[in-house]
């Protein structure tokens, strides 16, 4: 027998042959990447664990966000029963309604409801809601102080005003049996006391007032019809 040509390979390697008889290099084991399984795979890979960070921040700061405007809800009324009055039949400004809801039947828009939504219009028309008439401004209040109130009903739009001690007047608003009516104020203005409060009373001499708020500051205050 001839004996076996040396070759110098060893078992276990693995080589491809060529026609010129040059030998290829091993293959070259998979990468470890390669080699991770499922998640573990996915974390290597370059940008997921920068996209993993973003949303988690994301989430968390929508968590806060609404945390905030809960908190802002009850701070400033929400369904707070301190600053909730209830107005009887005897606030109601019977006159003004009537007036209101004969011009809308004719589709015509009374000067006074020019802010209102579609909504609060339709339920001033089909008497689902009364309007009446306050004064929003204290007689005590001293002169300088301008407030900005945002009057809204069910979330709808009903009336914005500026109120000023200098300009007195009645605020016509809407009041429902359904619904509260909320009172917005925003402080432009404080005055030369550096305080103003605001208050909405009732025919039956019940008040509802804010405390001393300075300029900048926001309140709330809400009534409903009994």
Excluded: C
Aim: a positive charge; glycine letters at 10%.
């Amino acid at each position: 027998m001839r004996p076996e040509a040396k070759t110098g390979k060893k078992e276990g390697d693995s080589y491809r042959g060529t026609r010129s008889g040059r030998a290829y290099i091993p293959l070259e084991k998979e990468s470890e990447a390669q080699q991770l399984p499922g998640k573990e795979k996915a974390a290597a890979v370059p940008g997921k664990n920068g996209k993993a960070i973003f949303w988690v921040i994301v989430v968390v700061a929508a968590g806060l966000a609404v945390g905030a405007t809960y908190w802002s809800w009850h701070q400033f009324g929400g369904n707070n029963s301190t600053n909730l009055l209830g107005l009887t039949a005897a606030d109601v400004d019977q006159q003004l309604t009537q007036s209101a809801r004969t011009s809308l039947l004719r589709g015509q828009l009374p000067t006074y409801l020019s802010s209102a939504s579609t909504e609060v219009l339709n339920k001033i028309k089909n008497g689902e809601m009364d309007l009446a008439a306050k004064n929003l401004v204290d007689s005590s209040q001293s002169s300088g102080a301008m407030v900005h109130v945002y009057i809204s009903i069910n979330g709808q739009a009903a009336t914005n005003e500026v109120l000023t001690a200098e300009h007195s007047k009645a605020t016509i608003f809407p009041i429902s049996r359904n619904s509260a009516t909320r009172f917005h104020y925003v402080i432009d203005s404080a005055g030369p006391s550096g305080t103003v409060r605001l208050s909405v009373p009732s025919t039956s001499g019940a008040v509802i007032s804010t405390g001393p708020l300075v300029s900048g500051a926001q309140a709330d205050l809400q009534v409903i019809e009994r």
